[in-house]
């Protein structure tokens, strides 16, 4: 079980505006899609919001101090799931969720875990995991998005070393970097 931090930035380490990713790159959806699938995802209750559903095939851990986020869950996945019979679609094709009200008690969760634990933002919890994080994977993002809100700190990778990189469609890179 490794913690792994995984974002896309801007050319200004800008990670979102107005509570949403302020760009649509297919090919870095199905590359985050493809390294998270099977693991744990964890999240703050904002980015928690954006999503449109659970992540399908990983656990989502939503950070949220307030106890109504459960009920919201529910409500939401009611929404997008098929209605009326679907035998092919049952909810567990959906991610799990569950929500905790501080990173303690999400480290007091990982040990348990058989999978990797993906720290997916937003920039709050980025922050609050940066000790923790044992690895950086970073899409850079070919923008500089106006009137961005939320952004990377300058030297989130201080003391990380590139290991390898990858060219994603669109020329997006990919860097995975490890702890120096
Ligand atoms: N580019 C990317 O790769 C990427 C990835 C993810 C997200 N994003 C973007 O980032 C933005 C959201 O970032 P954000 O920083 O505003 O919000 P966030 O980190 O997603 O969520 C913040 C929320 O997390 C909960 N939280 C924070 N610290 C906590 C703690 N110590 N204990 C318990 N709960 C805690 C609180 O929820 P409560 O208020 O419910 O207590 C807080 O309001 C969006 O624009 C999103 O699209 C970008």
Redesign the pocket.
């Known amino acids: 079980m490794s913690i792994i931090g995984?974002?896309?930035?801007d050319r200004n380490r800008a990670?979102?505006?107005?509570?949403?990713?302020p760009w649509h790159y297919s090919a870095d959806m199905k590359f985050f899609r493809e390294q998270t699938t099977g693991h744990a995802c964890v999240?703050?209750?904002?980015?928690?919001e954006?999503l449109k559903r659970p992540l399908k095939d990983r656990l989502n851990v939503v950070?949220?101090?307030?106890a109504g986020?459960e009920a919201r869950t529910e409500e939401r996945e009611a929404e997008q799931l098929p209605q009326s019979p679907q035998p092919q679609s049952p909810p567990q094709q959906t991610g799990g969720v569950i929500v905790?009200?501080?990173?303690r008690s999400v480290l007091a969760l990982a040990p348990y875990l058989s999978c990797h634990l993906y720290v997916?933002?937003?920039?709050?919890?980025?922050r609050?995991f940066r000790p923790e994080i044992e690895q950086w994977i970073v899409?850079e993002i070919p923008l500089a998005v106006e009137g961005a809100?939320?952004f990377m700190p300058t030297d989130f990778l201080q003391n990380f070393r590139p290991r390898r990189s990858l060219t994603l469609a669109d020329e997006l890179k990919v860097t995975f970097y490890e702890r120096a």
């Open positions: 995984i974002v896309a930035v990670i979102g505006k107005g509570g949403s990713i999240m703050g209750r904002r980015t928690w954006s950070l949220s101090r307030s986020v905790l009200p501080d990173k997916i933002g937003g920039e709050q919890i980025y609050m899409t809100d939320t």
